[in-house]
């Protein structure tokens, strides 16, 4: 019987919020490996899709620049072997041009709907989402952006580590951000 306070009203026990953090790590199963692979490849396409459509125009331009490299290195070498720098000023502004785009549409789609939503669209499409391991709701967009560069960074090394992983079997990238991916 819990014990009456000063004015004869009952005080309830205080209950250790690790207890509750137990509670939801129960109830929320990690999701199966099978969904959450073909969940990114699902993912990958549209980012693909994005950095391919960057690249198009820049193709000709680039591609004339290092053949005038080349001709160039194979007029004045006389025998001779010559070093072509295949990265350099003019096509390093277009590599980042490609990458500038593929990280703002990344923000756009992978980001902001896991903070959001908890799912990209591969992920709805599958009926898995990421949850917060200390909240089981969403995580913030700080912890989704984190994630989402740490996969980039990290790429297939770092979301194998969920096939080891126990018991919610988290990639880096989870670990990363405080999340694990779920039902």
Do not use: N
């Not at 199966?32 to 331009?61: E, Q, T, Y």
């Amino acid at each position: 019987m819990p014990a009456a306070d000063g004015d004869g009203s009952a005080v309830r026990p205080r209950t250790d919020p690790a207890v509750f953090e137990r509670m939801a790590e129960r109830a929320a199963r990690p999701a199966a490996l099978g969904r959450r692979f073909l969940a990114r490849v699902l993912d990958c396409i549209p980012l693909a899709a994005a950095g391919a459509a960057a690249a198009w125009p820049s193709v000709p331009a680039v591609t004339e620049h290092l053949q005038a490299k080349v001709d160039a290195a194979a007029r004045g070498a006389g025998g001779d072997t010559v070093t072509v720098w295949l990265l350099d000023g003019t096509t390093a502004a277009h590599l980042a041009l490609v990458f500038a785009v593929v990280l703002v549409f990344g923000v756009f789609y992978e980001a902001l709907p896991t903070a959001r939503w908890g799912r990209t669209p591969g992920k709805k499409l599958l009926g898995i989402r990421v949850a917060s391991v200390s909240t089981g709701r969403p995580p913030g967009f700080g912890a989704a952006l984190r994630r989402w560069l740490v996969y980039g960074l990290l790429g297939l090394p770092g979301a194998l580590w969920c096939l080891v992983d126990r018991p919610r079997r988290q990639a880096w990238h989870d670990k990363a951000a405080g999340t694990f991916v779920t039902r």
